[in-house]
């Protein structure tokens, strides 16, 4: 029973194919498309068999010699009855539409259909013919014998059929021509973008590298619509030879903007068209996102669309920057006119307003070819205009530097008279100025002679005291003592002599003269001691003032320290502790004058700032000395009341002073540090306030002048 029900099933389609085929129009091979004697049939739920789309009686006939099926989800099965009318032992059937996801390929012979081929960007290479990178595939028919084909194509783009029927040695020629369009316009392409890579490497302007980029994704979009991508570059993944035109479109439109935006100056000469651009980006993004991730038949149109605004949107921003001047704007006016209209021609053949031939198929590259060549035109015109202006540039610069020759000449001879004058009112003034100097130097050397003189008065004044008062006792007891001589002189040598010698004695014991012998020689000692002190104070004068050395010598600064704690120990009797703790040191050669002055004026201020302290604590100086191979040390700390760091770090200032006015010339330091450099030394200040302050002053064992002799 089965068996039975196959036959009968059987029979039945072979019947109904044999009334199908019937009706179908034989074709033979032609030059043009073979549209109009397809017959299509739309499978909306794409779930026909082969068997039931050739069998199907929903066919009807195409109207246009490129059938354009438009966007949508349905399977199309086109159906033909192929007659080889050439002398040719097959036939070649050619689908030049790279822009289709699934394309199978039937043939009925024999009451049987069988598939020959099975392809499709989203197929990958499939079930080819032995016909490579192209849609085209060998349908078996002897010459005068006819084919049954059956072809179902799906796409989630645009689906237009441009199909061919063609002998063999037709369509190798055909080949040949396209494959050496396609070779021109690659090698077109690539000296374009290599000349202008080759400018930027020189030029090192940006424009001419996002013009090799643009020229970069043209080329890949036009090889993508070519089907040469697909075939020979990416044809391994399905997914981007599915996806790869939308992305490459998109990217171009993007490579474009960044160009124009660059080679135009859009933001300064259009900025508010200028600033579309990011929507214009915004909407590609969404466009792309929507086709691979939402619904390709919502993005595929949509990003078409917006491809078209966009376009015009070019063309606007290209109108109204030719409009401002600009010659590069009119070189890309008319580069994107001439690749617009390449455009439009490729569409309106498409659609059938336009005859479908090999000029009209490649309008959109050839468009897209010459307005490479314009716009490398324009970048060799924009080097021309780039050397005018540097050329301009230069002039006006070297215009400019004359005359700013001219205004400096004139200004140097007025310099040069102002020279003269400030030089001579700055030489008055420097006149003076040393007048000045001297005066206060001569002003701080008086004060610290004035503290010097005041501490000797009051030290000699002791020893002088010793003298001037024991002047009169002395003048006494001499008196009284060659009294008593003059008396014992004046007995006579007779007996009333011993009453006489006696009375006298009775006389030398009422006036003590062993006494005034004793007191004298005691006067006589206060004396000599007060000489005596009076000579080691001119002695320590000397010492401190060494007037009498006016050149370098090796000289005992534990001495001169001494010395100078000697003349200013009388002012601070009893009011400041002044300690000195010598070390051993070597002789140093120096100006002993000069270096006694630093001495003095260091202690000076020491034992002033102690007694500027109000608290209660010990008021202490102390002078430390030490040396090594090298030099020698001084320290000399107080416990006053410190310094802050501003103060501390003007304290070498010419006329600055902490003290009240009237009580100091600001001088002393400055002349401190003034003589310090001159011996090739250093003054170094440790401080803090509320503490106390260190100088540590170091000098070299010996001058380098003296070292110079010794050599």
């Known amino acids: 029973m089965t068996k039975l029900l196959a036959s009968i099933t059987s029979l039945l389609a072979l019947q109904l194919a044999v009334h199908a085929e019937s009706g179908i129009q034989a074709i033979s091979p032609c030059k043009g498309p073979i549209g109009r004697s397809l017959q299509v049939l739309t499978d909306s739920a794409g779930t026909l068999s082969p068997d039931g789309a050739f069998t199907s009686q929903g066919y009807c006939s195409s109207p246009a010699d490129v059938p354009n099926l438009g966007i949508s989800n349905a399977a199309f099965w086109l159906r033909f009855n192929a007659r080889n009318d050439s002398k040719e032992s097959a036939l070649v059937l050619h689908l030049p539409h790279p822009e289709l996801d699934d394309v199978q390929v039937f043939i009925h012979r024999g009451g049987h259909l069988m598939k020959i081929a099975h392809t499709g960007q989203m197929v990958g290479r499939g079930l080819r013919s032995d016909i490579e990178s192209e ?195 009119k070189y890309f006016l008319a580069a994107w006119m001439v690749f617009l209209l390449g455009t439009i021609a490729f569409v309106l053949k498409d659609v059938g307003v336009l005859p479908y031939n090999l000029i009209t198929t490649n309008t959109m590259p050839l468009g897209s070819a010459i307005e490479g060549i314009l716009l490398s035109f324009a970048l060799a015109d924009r080097i021309n205009i780039l050397r005018r202006e540097k050329d301009r540039s230069q002039a006006e610069a070297l215009a400019m530097a004359q005359e700013n020759e001219n205004l400096i ?102 006036i003590g003269l062993d006494e005034t012998i004793t007191e004298l020689d005691e006067i006589i000692h206060s004396m000599d001691e007060g000489a005596r002190r009076t000579a080691e104070i001119v002695r320590g004068l000397r010492n401190f003032s060494r007037l009498d050395e006016d050149d370098l010598k090796p000289s005992d600064l534990n001495l001169g320290l001494r010395s100078t704690l000697a003349v200013l120990a009388p002012q601070y009797r009893d009011k400041v502790d002044l300690r000195i703790e010598a070390g051993e040191l070597p002789k140093v050669e120096c100006f002993p004058g000069k270096i006694n002055q630093v001495f003095m004026n260091v202690m000076n201020n020491a034992a002033q700032a102690t007694l500027a302290r109000q608290d209660g604590r010990p008021r202490l100086v102390t002078v430390s000395t030490s040396a090594n191979e090298h030099e020698a040390s001084v320290r000399i700390s107080d416990t006053g009341v410190g310094m802050s760091d501003d103060v501390k770090a003007r304290i070498f200032e010419p006329f600055f002073t902490t003290k009240p006015v009237g009580e100091g010339t600001g001088l002393g330091l400055a002349i401190v540090y003034g003589i310090i450099n001159e011996h090739q030394g250093c003054i170094e200040v440790e401080s803090e306030p509320g503490v106390g302050t260190t100088f540590t002053i170091t000098l070299p064992l010996r001058q380098a002048r003296m070292q110079e002799q010794a050599a």
């Open 409 to 510: 000449r004139e200004q140097n001879q007025i310099l040069e008279q102002k020279v003269m004058e400030r030089t001579a009112a700055l030489q008055d003034s420097n006149d003076n100025l040393k007048r000045t100097q001297a005066q206060l130097v001569q002003s701080e050397k008086m004060s610290s002679l004035g503290q010097l003189t005041a501490g000797i008065a009051h030290e000699i004044n002791n020893p002088i005291n010793f003298i001037s008062s024991n002047i009169g006792p002395l003048r006494r007891n001499v008196g009284e003592v060659m009294d008593a001589i003059q008396a014992y002189r004046s007995i006579p040598a007779t007996v009333e002599a011993a009453t006489a010698l006696a009375a006298q004695r009775e006389r030398d014991d009422r």
């Open 135 to 329: 849609y085209a595939f060998h349908i078996p028919a002897a010459p005068g014998e006819e084919t049954g084909v059956l072809v179902r194509l799906r796409s989630k783009k645009q689906l237009q059929v441009p199909m061919l029927l063609q002998t063999e040695s037709d369509f190798s020629a055909a080949k040949a021509k396209r494959h050496l369009f396609i070779g021109l316009y690659v090698g077109v392409m690539l000296v374009l973008a290599l000349y202008n890579l080759f400018v930027f490497l020189s030029t090192r302007d940006r424009s001419y590298l996002l013009y090799v980029a643009y020229i970069a994704a043209v080329g890949l979009t036009q090889l993508a619509f070519f089907g040469t991508g697909q075939f020979h570059l990416w044809g391994a993944s399905a997914w981007l030879s599915t996806n790869a035109s939308i992305i490459l479109t998109l990217l171009t439109a993007t490579a474009a903007t960044e160009f124009m935006k660059s080679f135009l100056r859009t933001e300064v000469l259009v900025p508010r068209m200028h600033r579309a651009f990011k929507w214009f980006y915004a909407s590609f993004a969404f466009c792309l996102a929507t086709y691979l991730f939402i619904e390709p038949m919502i993005g595929y149109p949509l990003a078409q669309l917006i491809s078209g605004i966009y376009a015009f949107f070019f063309l606007a921003v290209a109108i109204k920057v030719s409009r401002s001047g600009s010659r590069q704007g």
